[in-house]
């Protein structure tokens, strides 16, 4: 029996709700029924309940001014930790040993897996070196062990994760714009993609593969204006398959976190 339909046979117990009330995988809804579901039995413990949840790490420490240099978190990267929270069953299951997120910015993405995982070695990359400082204090902040490399995409971590990581993130820089400002340096090389938003995901695209390990699961958030067909379409081709995990419509834009994983 799966986490979530223990806790909705627990809810239906107390509650005597049908079982389509249930079924809606609303994040608010699911902790609302659990905490009910705590204060009325004494079996359920707290441990049990937390670790059904990625917590948002606490990240209001960062200076105003610092989101300047490095991209604040906002509505993407609560996209990106709910699909995770998704999946968190999926991923569980994968006992990961090495997660990496590419494009960390504050490092508020890294923090919330590794608040779950405690024990799998975290590593970070960005561009932008005042990003790789603001996940170490993101990480100290919230009592976790994060490694932040400043390089670009993955190549000076490459080498030593080659077919060994098990969760790979990636939020990127996805608007479109013309193609020369894409940049990688400011804030700017959070936010501009070039044609299609994908100048910069796609030159990492081809290194997928080579980073996951068997059974490794590699998250995207992508744009509708990014064509996730296409997308999904290259990566197929490099043999792996595709679950669109969550889609949500934040303002104008309209977000997606894909999944792919070995097929
Ligand atoms: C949309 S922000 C996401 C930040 C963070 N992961 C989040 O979800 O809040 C994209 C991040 O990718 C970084 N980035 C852009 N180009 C990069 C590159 N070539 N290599 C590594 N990081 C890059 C930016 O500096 C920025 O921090």
């Known amino acids: ?16 709700q049908s079982e389509e009330y249930f079924l809606e995988n609303n994040k608010e809804r699911k902790m609302t029924l ?18 059904s949840a990625m917590n948002t790490p606490i990240f209001d420490f960062l ?3 610092i989101y300047d240099t490095v991209y604040e978190p906002s509505e993407d990267s609560f996209l990106l930790i709910d699909a995770l929270e998704n999946d968190l069953e999926l991923i569980r299951k994968l006992n ?3 997660c990496l997120e590419v494009g960390t910015g504050s490092g508020v993405v890294i923090s919330a897996v590794s608040k779950v995982f405690p024990s799998a070695y ?19 902040t919230n009592k976790v062990i994060i490694e932040p490399v400043v390089t670009d995409l993955t190549s000076a971590v490459m080498s030593r994760v080659l077919n060994q990581v098990d969760l790979l993130v990636f939020n990127p ?5 013309p193609s020369e400002e894409v940049c990688t340096q400011s804030l700017q090389a959070a936010w501009a993609g070039g044609i299609k938003g994908r100048q910069v995901m796609d ?4 290194f997928v593969p080579k980073l996951l390990s068997s059974k490794g699961l590699f998250y995207v958030v992508v744009l509708k204006d990014n064509k996730p067909d296409e997308v999904t379409e290259f990566m197929c081709g490099q043999g792996l398959k595709m679950n669109n995990v969550l889609s949500r419509c934040c303002g104008i834009e309209h977000l997606s976190v894909l999944r792919f994983e070995n097929g």
């Not at 659990?34 to 670790?51: A, K, P």
């Not at 975290?122 to 100290?140: G, P, R």
């Not at 820089?173 to 714009?177: F, G, L």
Request: charged residues 20%.
């Open 1 to 16: 029996m799966t986490y979530f339909t223990q806790c909705t046979k627990l809810c239906q117990c107390f509650l005597g």
């Open 34 to 51: 659990l905490y009910i579901v705590l204060l009325q039995s004494d079996s359920v413990s707290l441990e049990y309940v937390g670790d």
């Open 63 to 65: 200076k105003d001014d």
């Open 96 to 98: 990961p040993t090495i």
């Open 122 to 140: 975290c590593l970070a990359t960005d561009i932008n070196h005042v990003a790789a400082l603001a996940t170490k204090k993101m990480a100290e």
């Open 173 to 177: 820089p996805y608007v479109v714009t």
């Open 203 to 206: 030159r990492f695209f081809p």
